[in-house]
């Protein structure tokens, strides 16, 4: 029974994941202009760099080379995926969720609506604030159990599957970085033109006169 539940555990964080990747992300690159179908074949060496080491911050390297790969300009990319390895990691918010409302369920606590508001705001402050670094969000995940009532030593049931679970939230982390540098660079160079075409203009009139 244990291994049942636990196997539902997983793949209910793996769908999770996977909606964010391939759907929510694919929606935002849609919407600016770009190619999700392009983008993930150019992103995927940073992505299964993510995958492989579990760890944000190990990937940053490969991430800023792919970045220059795929057409980033260097002012913003450096900037967003600096940041993003430690700030914007939406994936160890959602898995930090479901593993906290899973162990709820296995120990029979039963959240009220306050509890899980309180759950949810505090994986999102999670994600900005865990270290991107393998098993990172246990001592979040363990934080939140206690804040709610469930016995934080219910995480080693999930140890067996965390190094997974951890290789898979840390490539859609990497790939939300990389995915949010192109939405700013998108929204920057329309706004760059003009700043350089109205330059050119003035200037023209300048030589004129």
């Known amino acids: 029974e244990v291994i049942v539940r636990l196997g539902a555990y997983v793949l209910v964080v793996i769908a999770a994941l996977a909606v964010h990747m391939f759907i929510t992300y694919a929606i935002a690159l849609k919407l600016s ?21 579990a760890s944000s911050n190990a990937t940053l390297p490969t991430a800023l080379r792919v970045a220059d790969q795929i057409g980033l300009p260097p002012r913003i990319s450096r900037f967003v995926l600096t940041v993003g390895a430690t700030a914007n990691q939406n994936g160890t918010s959602l898995y930090e969720g479901v593993t906290v409302l899973f162990l709820a369920q296995f ?5 009220s609506l306050g509890q899980q508001v309180l759950v949810m705001v505090v994986c999102i402050l999670g994600g900005i604030g865990t270290a991107g670094v393998p098993a990172g969000a246990l001592p979040v995940v363990a934080l939140i159990c206690g804040m709610v009532g469930i016995n934080p030593l219910g995480i080693g049931l999930i140890l067996g599957v965390h190094h997974l679970l951890d290789m898979c939230r840390t490539a859609l982390n990497v790939t939300g970085d990389l995915v949010l540098a192109s939405l700013v660079a998108g929204h920057e160079k329309p706004e760059a033109d003009a700043v350089a075409g109205g330059q050119g203009s003035y200037s023209g009139g300048g030589n004129g006169q």
């Not at 202009?33 to 080491?53: D, H, N």
């Open 33 to 53: 202009g770009r190619s999700p179908l392009a983008f993930y074949r150019g992103t995927q060496e940073a992505t299964l760099m993510a995958f492989s080491t």
């Open 107 to 111: 120990f029979g606590v039963d959240l």
